[in-house]
């Protein structure tokens, strides 16, 4: 068995339940796309607006115009699809420097209480593997990851075809 690391066959969490989603969470570690935006001090928090549509606002260190570093102030509504774990991201920043954009948002793992796996192809290869992505691995708490929620988190970033190329995402107290 090989894993052929095709987008389209990336397993996301089965009955994602966009409300028990809700609230902060921390970014723990992160997979850059092309370009990288967000450095650290990521957190990311998820509403569901009364008509049900999931919201999001997300801060974290930036730098813009080569070497201005501020905080962003990031604001995001999701496009539910057929899967209830796939949505589209649709973004914009609190200043119009920063960046916007339409992204995938796919949530991979989590468990609700600790730990989230999030995952975004934004440019597919010729082939159907990803060409140019991102990820985020979320806790529900600002010190990390639990221990116990580890060994997931590592098979999804197996999963996602991502493992090894996570840096770790530090939180300062800058933002
Ligand atoms: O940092 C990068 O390099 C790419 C990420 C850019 C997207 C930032 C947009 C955040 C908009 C508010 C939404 C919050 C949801 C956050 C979940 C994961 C990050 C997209």
Redesign the pocket.
């Known amino acids: 068995w090989a894993q052929d690391c095709l987008v389209s066959n990336i397993p996301v969490k089965q009955d994602f339940d966009k409300y028990k989603f809700q609230g902060t ?1 921390y ?1 723990v570690a ?1 997979k ?2 092309v ?5 650290d001090n ?1 957190v ?3 509403k569901i607006e009364e008509d049900g549509t999931m ?4 801060i ?1 260190r ?1 730098i813009i115009l080569n070497n201005w570093e501020m905080c ?1 102030n ?3 509504t ?1 496009e539910d699809t057929e899967d209830p774990a796939k949505f589209k ?1 649709k ?3 609190a200043a119009a420097y920063l ?1 916007t ?1 339409y ?1 995938d ?1 796919w949530v991979i793992d989590t468990d609700y209480e600790n730990y989230a796996v ?1 995952y ?1 192809c934004r440019e597919l290869d010729y082939d159907g593997t990803c060409l140019d992505g ?1 990820s ?1 691995i ?1 806790s529900r708490h600002p010190e990390g990851l639990r221990p116990d929620d580890q060994k997931n988190v590592t098979a999804r970033k197996q999963d996602v075809c991502l493992l090894g190329k996570y840096r770790r995402v530090e939180h300062t107290g800058f933002c």
């Open positions: 969470w970014a992160k850059d796309p370009g990288l935006f967000l450095l990521i990311a928090t998820y919201t999001a606002s997300a974290g930036v962003a990031m604001f995001g999701f991201l973004y914009y920043g960046q954009g992204d948002h999030h975004a991102y985020f979320f």
